[in-house]
T-cell receptor, first 113, second 112 residues
Framework: QKEVEQDPGPLSVPEGAIVSLNCTYS??????FMWYRQYSRKGPELLMY????GNKEDGRFTAQVDKSSKYISLFIRDSQPSDSATYLC?????????????FGQGTELSVKP | SAVISQKPSRDICQRGTSLTIQCQVD?????MFWYRQQPGQSLTLIAT?????????ESGFVIDKFPISRPNLTFSTLTVSNMSPEDSSIYLC?????????FGPGTRLTVT
């Protein structure tokens, strides 16, 4: 069993839709949870990170962590064609220099105009 | 933030040869990381490189296959040695700055 599971998609939605992206994990010791966005032929860029359980909001993006269920989510409101990318969840035991990140497989999202 | 460049951006190599990938950061960083992203797979950490010390390799990766240099605080190289088609992948350099991890654009390697 992989430490982090993520549905690879692809996921196709119309512009303006609410998108829900999810990951499950097996290691209950993970403390920090991150979402990265990766455009085609580019490196991943950090969107959001969350410590422990709870919600975090940044503009149209909301990250949720449910440690009891070992489940994290990223919601994108009012999705735009520019949101079309692969979204990777990542998590680690610690969040300082040298913290090893464990990534999900990535979900490919396409937002149609 | 950190701006990271990698060379080459892509290459096609013959099996049995070696390729050295360069990573340059626009500011000094303590730790640099090398990841591999195989088709349809998640990013996997190969090794962590500190300036002035031996790189630390993750399980399944060995120095003879992936030698790493870290001559200063802004530069690192990863060599993929004695390549086989299974080494076809995207190799990404990453740095940790202000508790956020930044990634380079990647080097797309195809081994024939």
């Amino acid at each position: 069993q992989k430490e982090v599971e993520q549905d690879p998609g692809p996921l196709s939605v119309p512009e303006g839709a609410i998108v829900s992206l999810n990951c499950t994990y097996s290691n209950s010791a993970f403390q920090y949870f991150m979402w990265y966005r990766q455009y085609s032929r580019k490196g991943p860029e950090l969107l959001m990170y969350t410590y422990s359980s709870g919600n975090k909001e940044d503009g149209r993006f909301t990250a949720q962590v449910d440690k009891s269920s070992k489940y994290i989510s990223l919601f994108i409101r009012d999705s735009q064609p520019s949101d079309s990318a692969t979204y990777l969840c990542a998590m680690s035991l610690i969040y300082n220099q040298g913290g090893k990140l464990i990534f999900g497989q990535g979900t490919e999202l396409s937002v149609k105009p | 933030s950190a701006v990271i460049s990698q060379k080459p951006s892509r290459d096609i190599c013959q099996r049995g040869t070696s390729l050295t990938i360069q990573c340059q950061v626009d500011s000094q960083v303590t730790m640099m990381f090398w990841y591999r992203q195989q088709p349809g797979q998640s990013l996997t950490l190969i090794a962590t490189a500190n300036q002035g010390s031996e790189a630390t390799y993750e399980s399944g990766f060995v120095i003879d296959k992936f030698p790493i240099s870290r001559p200063n605080l802004t530069f690192s190289t990863l060599t993929v040695s004695n390549m086989s088609p299974e080494d076809s992948s995207i190799y990404l350099c990453s740095v940790d700055k202000n508790y956020e991890q930044y990634f380079g654009p990647g080097t797309r390697l195809t081994v024939t």
